[in-house]
């Protein structure tokens, strides 16, 4: 079999209502499959006015708009019109993108048809309760999630530091690594704009710390304010250039006096904002990958991040920039200082990271999920994938191909 035999129905709980990395790397995926002769049908909740136009054929499924959260909606299953729309269409296998009530009928169906089913985890979905002061519902949505992933055939996640939490958790003993690609057409440091930069006030003698993604808890908003306020209680000199939108923008405009935001950057317009700024900081751990420190990176920035998920899979610690244990303001101060202060030590961690981001190719990347659909379909022996490049592996390590 050929990736051109391929027969994908995608189920994602959000193909192309807001803009995130997920939905991103999904539609990159469709548009690769389908320029490969596949044919792919995705099933996702709809929106009147998406972010932006999908990739491939889009199908409604059940959905509602989340409480408090409406720019996301809940997918709550699979209508008698979807299911006829999967006879017709056919697949031979079947790839979930998130852990939702749609997905689990979808794997039911597959399961009851005997095709294959493969899950790709994006995000850390079980972390989130901790965000909002829900943290006890953590077990409770991890077991609930396990329930759902030990059903499928296999799993593919971002990074390797994602594989180890995956089989910690006991999710799948199948379970390889889908990357992520950088836009080179898009990031680098030829991007940077000075211009760009005095309109928002920062000043060429400025160090300006970036923060780039949507603008909700889960993605460490407090630990950032609280790094910042620990760096002006120092008295080291910074600006703060915030990149991004999102629900918590008021609380982070009061935690962030003097901060500045940039609002939503897409396209070629992001990658001037992040080319613009001199060190990336990144305090989320619910990221499988982080696609944003690897389009910092390409930027030339050094990174700050977590020692968590994603970040410790791209990040060189002492090289390209430097890891810090999750949720602790001063360490994050303390791990930034020497960025702000030493303008050789962030040049050479910023090339460093440019570097290392080169070895992140889309098509490759992609080719390995599609590998992975022909391995499930087929049932070829296990090897091993690294961004991109397959190596053979033993069946005990069970670290099969992406």
């Not at 994006?122 to 077990?139: A, V």
């Not at 080179?184 to 920062?202: Q, Y």
Request: charged fraction near 20%.
């Amino acid at each position: 079999m050929k990736t051109s035999d391929l027969r994908i129905a995608m189920f994602s709980g959000n193909y192309n209502i807001t803009l995130d990395g997920a939905n991103k790397a999904l539609n990159r995926l469709v548009e690769y499959l389908l320029r490969q002769g596949a044919a792919v049908r995705v099933y996702s909740p709809t929106a009147a006015n998406p972010a932006f136009e999908p990739k491939g054929d889009l199908v409604s499924v059940p959905s509602f708009a989340i409480p408090g959260r409406s720019e996301y909606r809940m997918p709550v299953g699979i209508s008698a019109e979807n299911r006829a729309d999967l006879e017709k269409f056919g697949p031979n296998l079947l790839h979930i993108a998130s852990p939702d009530f749609s997905a689990r009928a979808a794997v039911r169906w597959a399961k009851a048809r005997g095709t294959p089913v493969l899950a790709s985890v994006h995000t850390r979905f079980e972390t989130y309760p901790r965000y909002y002061n829900m943290g006890f519902l953590e077990p409770v949505l991890e077991t609930w999630i396990r329930g759902l992933y030990r059903r499928c055939d296999a799993l593919v996640t971002p990074s390797e530091s994602m594989v180890d939490v995956l089989r910690q958790q006991g999710m799948n003993d199948d379970i390889s690594i889908w990357s992520r690609g950088v836009d080179r057409t898009l990031f680098g440091p030829e991007k940077r704009d000075v211009a760009w930069r005095r309109n928002f006030g920062i000043a060429d003698s400025d160090v300006a710390i970036a923060f780039l993604g949507r603008l909700v808890m889960e993605k460490g908003l407090d630990t950032f304010a609280e790094t910042i306020v620990e760096l002006r209680k120092r008295n080291v000199a910074h600006k703060v250039l915030v990149i991004g939108d999102g629900p918590a923008r008021k609380w982070f405009e009061q935690a962030l006096p003097g901060g500045i935001f940039a609002g939503f950057q897409t396209g070629p317009d992001l990658g001037r904002a992040l080319a613009s700024s001199d060190i990336f900081f990144n305090p989320s751990i619910t990221e499988t990958f982080g696609n944003v420190t690897l389009e910092a990176m390409a930027s030339g920035l050094p990174v700050v991040a977590s020692a968590a998920t994603g970040s410790k899979s791209l990040v060189q610690d002492g090289v390209s920039g430097t890891l810090v244990p999750p949720g602790n303001p001063g360490a994050f101060a303390d791990a930034l200082t020497p960025y702000l202060t030493d303008g050789a030590l962030r040049n050479a961690h910023g090339a460093a990271g440019e570097n290392r981001s080169l070895e992140f190719s889309w098509d490759a990347i992609n080719q390995t999920v599609a590998d992975a659909y022909l391995r499930l379909i087929d049932g070829s022996p296990i090897c091993e994938v690294s961004a991109g490049r397959p190596r053979q592996s033993s069946a005990a390590s069970k670290l099969p191909a992406g």
